[in-house]
Nanobody, 118 residues
Framework: QVQLVESGGGLVQAGGSLRLSCAAS????????MGWYRQAPGKQRELVAD???????NYADSVKVRFTISRDNTKNTVYLQMNSLKREDTAVYYC????????????WGQGTQVIVSS
């Protein structure tokens, strides 16, 4: 079992920055691919970025260069540094922990709201 708690969301002006954090409980963090997803009103949830247990990262085209995902296995925490924020980045951001090989699992956090104003 993995519990995920996100923090760091809020209201920011366009062009500003925010850093989201996701603290995970349980030993499975170290073997999980950690991801950040977002869901804007009326839209489907989409992958923003993820990072494997080995540190390989992957980004949605819309956030490449602007966002950086990282993880600290000593703190069981994954981060999403968001720079040059745009209004279209407004969404609820969710942390995800997943593993596609045995032992398979997927867990979600409760989400944190990010609002980018013009």
């Amino acid at each position: 079992q993995v519990q995920l708690v996100e923090s760091g969301g809020g209201l920011v002006q366009a062009g500003g920055s925010l850093r989201l954090s996701c603290a995970a409980s349980g030993p499975s963090f170290r073997i999980a691919t950690m991801g950040w997803y977002r869901q804007a009103p009326g839209k489907q949830r989409e992958l923003v970025a993820d990072i494997t247990s080995g540190g390989v990262t992957n980004y949605a085209d819309s956030v490449k260069v602007r966002f950086t995902i990282s993880r600290d296995n000593t703190k069981n925490t994954v981060y999403l540094q968001m720079n040059s924020l745009k209004r279209e980045d407004t969404a609820v951001y969710y942390c995800n922990a997943a593993r596609s090989t045995f032992p398979r699992f997927t867990y979600w956090g409760q989400g944190t709201q990010v609002i980018v104003s013009s």
